[in-house]
């Protein structure tokens, strides 16, 4: 398999993950890093062994093929305009772009200059939600005509040194962390037709919890509780809930309800976990694993649990994509009509009117266990 010189903009906290999972996988080899802050740059540089750039220099290295965005989301149309006017491939992390209409001006970048884009998140390739998608695939539990879905915390402040992008316009819960469970909504179900919400904000200021800024007041200048009804093609309705002003609840990271039974699927910001199903008459059981290398537990995270983090892989299968002329699972389109659902949901809330939706996707192909291990080194 070719393997991609690969290069990153942007060395804050998530470049520490690219960084260290890109040698699990065979299609990619990241060579440089590259920051506006060049001592943070030469910082990860020497941490992983790879060069320090300028942004500038990044973008005309001669060996690198693909660069991967991973600048604040404010920054991250212009930056990938600017890879793509390079010449380079791009990759971002999610969200993808803040608005519909950025979505649809690197599309066309893209196509005129021949260069495939790619976005986070990759989490719905992981054992677990693979295992959900030929659940529904095999009919297990008949037609999906309903769900639930929360993703709901105290925020992001008390852990987060420099929190602030995420209480900015282009932050809160649907646009940080919403695409985990949208883009896995997608992917199990199809594309969203038409949306509504409601949302607010409980207060007008948080108080930075960690590191050097401990104690300081951060403005909240976007909506932190929204709840909201996606109508999807098929005729499903999935209620979400996404919100940063909730100490505790008791709510499942994700229901669906076929005609046939209901499934449960884990968390879509994690690769693993259990799939449950209740066929019906039958009590919950745990779904049969299938072995999938993307569900295999490789990690601890802060508190001793054990995780699958495969992170890179839809930029691993991205680069794999193109040498195989092949589409890519984490495209464009899929970020581009997550984005346009998102944005939705806060202009409904905003305006308190339905929104249809003007683009549409198809679901990206499985990932079977056997591609997944393809991937790997």
Same mark, same amino acid.
């Given at each position: 398999?070719?393997?991609? /010189?690969?290069?990153?903009?942007?060395?804050?906290?998530?470049?520490? $993950?690219?960084?260290?999972?890109?040698?699990?996988?065979?299609?990619?080899?990241?060579?440089?890093?590259?920051?506006?802050?060049?001592?943070?740059?030469?910082? =990860?540089?020497?941490?992983?062994?790879?060069?320090? @750039?300028?942004?500038?220099?990044?973008?005309?290295?001669?060996?690198?093929?693909?660069?991967?965005?991973?600048?604040?989301?404010? +920054?991250?149309?212009?930056?990938?305009?600017?890879?793509? @006017? !390079?010449?380079?491939?791009?990759?971002? *992390?999610?969200?993808?772009?803040?608005?519909?209409?950025?979505?649809? +001006?690197?599309?066309?970048?893209?196509?005129?200059? /021949?260069?495939?884009?790619?976005?986070?998140?990759?989490?719905? &390739?992981?054992?677990?939600?693979?295992?959900?998608?030929?659940?529904?695939?095999?009919?297990?539990?008949? #037609?999906?005509?309903?769900?639930?879905?929360?993703?709901? $915390?105290?925020?992001?402040?008390?852990?987060?040194?420099?929190?602030?992008?995420?209480?900015?316009?282009?932050?809160?819960?649907?646009?940080?962390?919403?695409?985990?469970?949208?883009?896995?909504?997608?992917?199990?179900?199809?594309?969203?037709?038409?949306?509504?919400?409601?949302?607010?904000?409980?207060?007008?200021?948080?108080?930075?919890?960690?590191?050097? =800024?401990?104690?300081?007041?951060?403005?909240?200048?976007?909506?932190?509780?929204?709840?909201?009804?996606?109508?999807?093609?098929?005729?499903?309705?999935?209620?979400?809930?996404?919100?940063?002003?909730?100490? +505790?609840?008791?709510?499942?990271?994700? #229901?669906?309800?076929?005609?046939?039974? $209901?499934?449960?699927?884990?968390?879509?910001?994690?690769?693993?976990?259990?799939?449950?199903? !209740? @066929?019906? /008459?039958?009590?919950?059981?745990?779904?049969?694993?299938?072995?999938?290398?993307?569900?295999?537990?490789?990690?601890?995270?802060?508190?001793?649990?054990? =995780?699958?983090?495969?992170?890179?892989?839809?930029?691993?299968?991205?680069?794999?994509?193109?040498?195989?002329?092949?589409?890519?699972?984490? $495209?464009? @389109?899929?970020?581009?009509?997550?984005?346009?659902?998102?944005?939705?949901?806060?202009?409904?809330?905003? *305006?308190?009117?339905?929104?249809?939706?003007?683009?549409?996707?198809?679901?990206?192909?499985? &990932?079977?266990? #056997?591609?997944?291990?393809?991937?790997?080194?």
């Amino acid at each position: 398999m070719k393997k991609f /010189g690969v290069g990153i903009i942007g060395c804050g906290n998530i470049a520490f $993950s690219y960084l260290k999972l890109a040698p699990l996988f065979r299609s990619i080899n990241v060579l440089a890093v590259a920051d506006l802050n060049m001592d943070a740059a030469v910082a =990860r540089a020497e941490e992983f062994s790879v060069r320090a @750039e300028t942004v500038d220099g990044l973008l005309a290295a001669s060996d690198i093929e693909i660069i991967v965005n991973l600048t604040i989301p404010a +920054a991250h149309f212009e930056v990938t305009r600017q890879i793509l @006017e !390079a010449g380079k491939h791009a990759y971002s *992390e999610k969200p993808f772009v803040l608005t519909l209409e950025e979505g649809e +001006a690197l599309r066309e970048l893209a196509a005129k200059k /021949g260069l495939r884009v790619g976005s986070a998140p990759d989490t719905f &390739l992981g054992g677990a939600h693979q295992l959900a998608r030929s659940t529904i695939d095999e009919g297990m539990v008949g #037609e999906i005509i309903g769900g639930t879905c929360h993703v709901m $915390s105290p925020g992001m402040e008390s852990w987060h040194p420099n929190p602030d992008f995420f209480f900015q316009p282009g932050g809160g819960p649907i646009l940080d962390l919403g695409p985990y469970y949208v883009t896995n909504l997608v992917q199990l179900i199809g594309p969203v037709k038409t949306v509504s919400a409601m949302a607010s904000a409980s207060s007008k200021t948080r108080i930075i919890g960690n590191g050097p =800024r401990l104690g300081e007041t951060v403005p909240v200048e976007t909506p932190t509780n929204i709840h909201a009804v996606l109508e999807f093609a098929n005729g499903a309705l999935i209620t979400l809930g996404a919100s940063w002003d909730v100490w +505790a609840h008791r709510h499942k990271n994700m #229901e669906l309800y076929g005609t046939k039974g $209901s499934l449960y699927v884990p968390d879509p910001n994690f690769f693993g976990g259990d799939v449950l199903l !209740a @066929e019906q /008459g039958d009590s919950v059981a745990e779904v049969a694993s299938q072995g999938h290398p993307f569900g295999i537990e490789n990690m601890e995270d802060g508190r001793g649990i054990g =995780r699958a983090n495969y992170r890179c892989s839809g930029l691993a299968e991205m680069a794999a994509a193109i040498a195989e002329d092949r589409p890519h699972r984490c $495209s464009l @389109e899929l970020a581009t009509h997550v984005v346009e659902i998102m944005t939705a949901i806060l202009r409904s809330a905003d *305006e308190r009117t339905w929104i249809d939706m003007t683009t549409t996707c198809n679901r990206p192909e499985r &990932l079977s266990p #056997e591609k997944a291990k393809a991937l790997l080194v």
